[in-house]
């Protein structure tokens, strides 16, 4: 049902958003000491909020309400928003995306506000594009809309594409095929981007040999974190969705574990994956621990079953979700709370190395606890929504059984129930 797609990749993004925000920037080593495994919200006690890659999905579905999904009014509803949105003091924003904006202000048209940058901001508003429409070159014409307001570099136009395309097909086709998507891309890109596509079919075969998304990254020179650049961000998401295409979980954990953008990269993967597994894939507990307001997780949900129901009927949205606020009056104050948590938890990275004493002697002996009861390396517990993923390798037409570089499916995740007890973020 294509309503439940479009409201599985928003909330989808959304937690995944919350769920990597507070790891952005850390590299996975000192990630896991700071905050431990990423299987619950570690942004204000048990709580998340979202960042940019929300709140651009949410204005992209926005813009196409009320422009009733015409490309073109679809584009200057979209610049309108995202000028509101730079004046209401965004905590996180990218820089390509800030410069942007203020080109908008100064009165650059939506066509040429652009500024020249491979940045993964145009593909982190992506995915909830390739579940609105049937018609894929529809789909791939939104997104170069969406993407030109902000970034002119065409890498970051294909990146962007790429992640329509795989919501595109996790919606359309369930279980997917893997080389079909590659075959997708390929059809649907232009020669400019055979080196993303290269990056895409690494991170196949690395699935089909079973590596794990933080391996496959590590392979690719991402041992300390992927960065903004769509080039890095986009192969991981693609690698995790990949390898976890049926579990939400395992899949936005599986690309937190590689450090860096984690938000992003996070917020990407689920929303590709939620497109596939709907609003019910996602876990509960997570979603209604989300602190956000004023677009609550109510507010996502009629957003987008409203934007699906507009674009299926064709219908002119004359009604009451065409009268939305181009941006709540509530946000300022909504994004100065955000500031001073994100503020609290740069600050808390900074801490002066006299409480690492304490914390390296219950390191050591929480570490020879955990030895002595627990089996390094254990598998992580399959999560509650998700089928079994062993299948993840068969998905692959081509059998790769001969090759000696062939592993055991990947063990997701190793014990780290010493990195609970003693990392420092139990002490903050
Ligand atoms: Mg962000």
Redesign the pocket.
């Given at each position: 049902m294509k309503s439940d797609s479009v409201i599985g990749c928003l909330l989808g993004t959304a937690v995944g958003?919350a769920l990597g925000?507070p790891y952005e920037g850390l590299s996975p080593g000192r990630a896991r000491r700071l905050l431990g495994p990423p299987d619950r919200y570690h942004f204000i006690g048990r709580c998340g909020m979202v960042?940019?890659?929300t709140e651009h999905s949410r204005m992209v579905l926005e813009a196409l309400l009320s422009s009733d999904s015409d490309p073109d009014r679809f584009e200057t509803e979209f610049a309108r928003r995202l000028k509101w949105w730079l004046l209401c003091l965004p905590a996180?924003c990218g820089l390509a995306t800030a410069r942007a904006c203020l080109k908008l202000w100064l009165g650059f048209a939506p066509s040429s506000s652009g500024v020249f940058s491979a940045g993964n901001g145009p593909a982190m508003r992506s995915a909830v594009l390739g579940t609105m429409f049937e018609d894929v070159n529809v789909v791939l014409d939104f997104v170069r809309r969406s993407t030109r307001i902000t970034h002119t570099d065409p890498k970051a136009l294909f990146g962007a594409q790429v992640v329509a395309l795989a919501a595109w097909l996790n919606r359309q086709q369930q279980p997917f095929d893997g080389q079909q998507f590659l075959a997708l891309v390929e059809r649907s890109l232009p020669s400019e981007a055979e080196e993303l596509l290269t990056l895409l079919k690494s991170a196949g075969r690395s699935v089909q040999l079973g590596e794990t998304t933080p391996e496959f990254a590590a392979s690719q020179g991402m041992s300390h974190g992927v960065s903004g650049y769509v080039y890095q961000t986009v192969p991981v998401a693609i690698h995790a969705w990949l390898a976890h295409s049926d579990c939400y979980e395992n899949a936005v954990q599986a690309v937190i574990d590689c450090g860096g953008d984690a938000?992003?990269t996070s917020a990407i993967v689920g929303g590709i994956v939620g497109a596939g597994v709907g609003p019910n894939g996602i876990p509960a507990a997570l979603l209604s621990s989300l602190w956000e307001w004023p677009y609550t997780v109510d507010y996502l949900t009629k957003l987008a079953s409203d934007c699906a129901t507009a674009v299926d009927s064709c219908q002119r949205t004359s009604n009451q979700s065409s009268r939305r606020w181009l941006m709540h009056p509530g946000v300022p104050l909504r994004n100065i709370v955000f500031l001073i948590i994100v503020l609290s938890h740069g600050f808390r990275r900074l801490l002066p190395p006299w409480w690492r004493w304490p914390n390296r002697h219950l390191r050591r002996l929480s570490s020879r606890f955990a030895q002595s009861q627990f089996t390094l390396n254990k598998p992580r517990r399959p999560a509650e929504n998700c089928r079994d993923e062993s299948n993840a390798q068969n998905r692959w037409i081509e059998p790769l059984t001969s090759d000696p570089r062939v592993k055991s499916p990947p063990v997701a995740g190793s014990c780290r129930v010493w990195f609970w007890l003693a990392g420092p973020g139990r002490f903050a």
């Open positions: 958003d925000l960042s940019d890659d996180g938000d992003t």
